[in-house]
Nanobody, 120 residues
Framework: QVQLVESGGGLVQAGGSLRLSCTAS???????MGWYRQAPGKQRELVAT???????YYGDSVKGRFTISKDNAENTVYLQMNSLQPEDTSVYYC???????????????WGQGTQVTVSS
């Protein structure tokens, strides 16, 4: 089955940096991957996505601070987070849109989430 395993969360001071990783397995191919976040009492929001062709899209609140990238050979997506602020504190979730076989879309899968806490 498709699995997404995230890593790299933690506690950092304001102005610091963290790098998240998410590795997917169990699928035939990946169409797109992305990062979302959800803080307590808030809706889940898009952070960044990257397409099969490498086109990146960012949420307004992270533009210029976060960078999404991927390693196709390793089925891994990264999120480099710089200039972190307390308002970036959230659980960060990885999402992958996959194919389960050639020309057979498999839908979206989510990771278990990784906590990022930014102290002021």
């Amino acid at each position: 089955q498709v699995q997404l395993v995230e890593s790299g969360g933690g506690l950092v001071q304001a102005g610091g940096s963290l790098r998240l990783s998410c590795t997917a397995s169990g699928m035939f191919s990946i169409n797109a991957m992305g990062w979302y976040r959800q803080a307590p009492g808030k809706q889940r929001e898009l952070v960044a996505t990257i397409s099969r062709g490498g086109i990146a899209y960012y949420g307004d609140s992270v533009k210029g601070r976060f960078t999404i990238s991927k390693d196709n050979a390793e089925n891994t997506v990264y999120l480099q987070m710089n200039s972190l602020q307390p308002e970036d504190t959230s659980v960060y979730y990885c999402k992958a849109s996959v194919n389960l076989a050639p020309f057979r879309p498999g839908g979206d899968y989510w990771g278990q989430g990784t906590q990022v806490t930014v102290s002021s």
